[in-house]
């Protein structure tokens, strides 16, 4: 994947818990092909199982569907043997990109807790894979900062480490802000820091999960927001609506800015995101 000098536009999913739900996903998947997004990334779960099924998942975006695949990639609970050994089957996949994350601990743990014979942050994650494997990297940048991160000029100082190592592009954490983003955009280029910043955004459609989504990342509702979808928190519609409207106002904005890409949180869902995407006038594509 061509990561530099372009505006791209990509789209993120997860592995669903339940085999039955991965012909939801690749349905969503291809509705959202008429887009004609630059990648589809996949999540990485904490669990053995998602993460056989993040490969997989990537391929068939790749070799089935042919859509660029992005796989993420944590050190949770892996050796650097295990971590070599999922690069090798990217490789086996032609998968060409990888978003090279720490990653959250699991779920039953508190925080998270270097491997023994692992890594203990992403950028130790990009070292290897830069050495080892021909792949484009990216990493994950916090416009809030990362919630473990003693101050902002700490993560600021992390995101560095991360491109210095060998990372490609940055994804951007759930922000609701987009003078939050640009404040942060600006203050990871005075670094030196040159690489394409994709921006990400949560087109809201559920009151009750974008809350626990929200404390889990760290992310802020500003006040106004929060205020329009309390009122309508009981009725899912009207928050889709209104989340649909809220994604749509912050993408115009943020391409008006000349951001590097537009990355979607889709959830496994076509239907709100397609209301997003078709609405905006998006950088002419260029393959
Ligand atoms: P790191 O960059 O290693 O940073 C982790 C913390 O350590 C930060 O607070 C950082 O400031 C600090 N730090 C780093 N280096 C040092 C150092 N040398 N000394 C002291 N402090 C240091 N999680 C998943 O489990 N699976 C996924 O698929 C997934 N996808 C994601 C996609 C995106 C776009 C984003 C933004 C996040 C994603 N996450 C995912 C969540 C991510 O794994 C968590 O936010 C995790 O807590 C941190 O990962 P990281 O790669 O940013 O870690």
Avoid: W
Avoid at 92 to 109: F, K, M, S, T, W
Avoid at 168 to 180: E, G, H, S, W, Y
Avoid at 235 to 260: H, M, P
């Amino acid at each position: 994947m061509q990561t530099n000098n372009r505006f791209t536009l990509s789209f993120e999913v997860f592995p669903p818990k339940r085999d039955g739900n991965i012909e939801h996903l690749y349905a969503a998947i291809r509705d959202l092909k008429v887009f004609r997004p630059h990648f589809i990334s996949v999540t990485y779960g904490a669990g053995g199982t998602t993460r056989d099924k993040t490969v997989e998942i990537a391929a068939t975006i790749k070799n089935d569907l042919e859509i660029e695949a992005l796989a993420h990639l944590t050190c949770v609970q892996s050796t650097r043997r295990e971590i070599a050994e999922v690069l090798g089957r990217l490789r086996e996949h032609n998968i060409e990109n990888v978003l090279a994350l720490r990653g959250d601990p699991p779920q039953d743990e508190q925080e998270f807790v270097q491997p023994e014979g692992g890594f203990g942050y992403a950028s130790e994650l990009v070292e290897l894979i830069a050495a080892e494997a021909d792949l484009s990297i990216g990493v994950a940048g916090y416009p809030e900062k990362h919630p473990e991160a003693i101050s902002m000029e700490a993560d600021l100082a992390n995101l560095k480490r991360k491109v210095t190592a060998g990372a490609d592009f940055i994804i951007t954490q759930i922000c609701f802000d987009n003078d939050m983003i640009l404040r942060y955009r600006e203050r990871v280029m005075a670094q030196g820091v040159t690489v394409p910043i994709k921006i990400g955004i949560f087109p809201i459609f559920n009151y009750k999960q974008i809350q626990k989504m929200a404390s889990l990342c760290g992310a802020t509702i500003p006040s106004a927001l929060h205020e329009k979808l309390y009122r309508v928190s009981e009725k899912d519609e009207e928050v889709e609506k209104y989340g649909i409207e809220y994604a749509i106002g912050q993408s115009e904005k943020l391409l008006t800015d000349e951001i590097e890409g537009l990355h979607f949180y889709s959830m496994n869902r076509s239907t709100h995101v397609k209301e997003v995407v078709s609405t905006l006038s998006l950088p002419k594509h260029s393959d």
